[in-house]
């Protein structure tokens, strides 16, 4: 297996999730539909128009959706339903998917399955004293949540514990933006030449080498299919082995 390299050390390494360190499938086929599953029971004991006065946690967040959405039960959970099943990385949403998913975790019903590779980089970065981070749309209380849940020989173990921050798009701006990146770097405190950004979206490793930092693109099996084009914007690993920091 062909190693790659940089011309400085990596000292900072920022992971996107869905695609990357863990299969597109379990968002798809697990998380949504948990989701979904959980909503109308969720929306059922709030009252509707939902105020932005609310002190109710959940009425709270719905209070940021157009309030034509949240005129009543139906009205919201068919707007929620339309984000969900059109992947659209709405903040709201995300916000909301982050507190429906904690009982799902916390019951055991999910554990989030990361490829082994990711799981031997991110113990194998922090041994060399890497700063890793996320970046992904999921609210940065799913990412926690995730991480806290990873499925380890079917027992839940708590990665938090190796990851030093976490940014979505509340914290940073949308993934395909090389502002975003920008912000990133400012907040981690390494230069964009010693920090590497690995996602399985060519935008996202786009925008991310737009603002300077290094950029690979990580192809795993589920993953949407690269063109020709997709693949002059930079290299491809299909594990984090084949990284040399
Ligand atoms: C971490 S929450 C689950 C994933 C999710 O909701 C999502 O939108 C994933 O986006 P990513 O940027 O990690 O590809
Ligand atoms: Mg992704």
Do not use: C
């Not at 002190?55 to 719905?62: F, G, P, R, S, V």
């Not at 429906?100 to 554990?111: L, R």
């Amino acid at each position: 297996m062909s190693s790659i390299s940089f011309d400085i050390t990596i000292k900072a390494v920022i992971l996107d999730i869905e695609g990357t360190v863990a299969p597109i499938t379990f968002v798809k086929d697990v998380l949504f539909p948990y989701f979904l599953r959980a909503i109308p029971d969720t929306l059922s004991p709030l009252t509707y128009p939902i105020q932005s006065s609310s002190t109710n946690t959940i009425e709270a967040i719905l209070s940021n959706f157009p309030s034509e959405v949240t005129e009543s039960k139906e009205s919201t959970f068919k707007h929620i339903e339309y984000l969900v099943k059109n992947d659209i990385k709405d903040s709201t949403l995300k916000s909301l998917q982050g507190f429906v998913w904690t009982a799902g975790y916390e019951s055991g019903e999910i554990k989030a399955p990361l490829y082994d590779d990711a799981i031997a980089a991110l113990h194998r970065w922090n041994e060399e004293g890497k700063k890793i981070f996320i970046y992904s749309s999921g609210s940065v209380k799913a990412q926690k949540l995730l991480f806290q849940y990873v499925n380890v020989n079917d027992k839940s173990v708590d990665f938090n514990g190796l990851l030093s921050g976490y940014f979505d798009i509340t914290t940073s701006g949308y993934k395909f933006e090389t502002t975003s990146y920008v912000n990133i770097i400012k907040d981690i405190q390494f230069s964009p030449e010693e920090s590497l950004f690995l996602s399985d979206n060519v935008k996202e490793v786009s925008a991310a080498l737009e603002a300077g930092l290094n950029s690979l693109i990580v192809v795993r099996e589920g993953n949407a299919p690269l063109s020709e084009e997709d693949l002059k914007v930079s290299k491809t690993i299909t594990s984090f082995d084949q990284i040399s920091i």
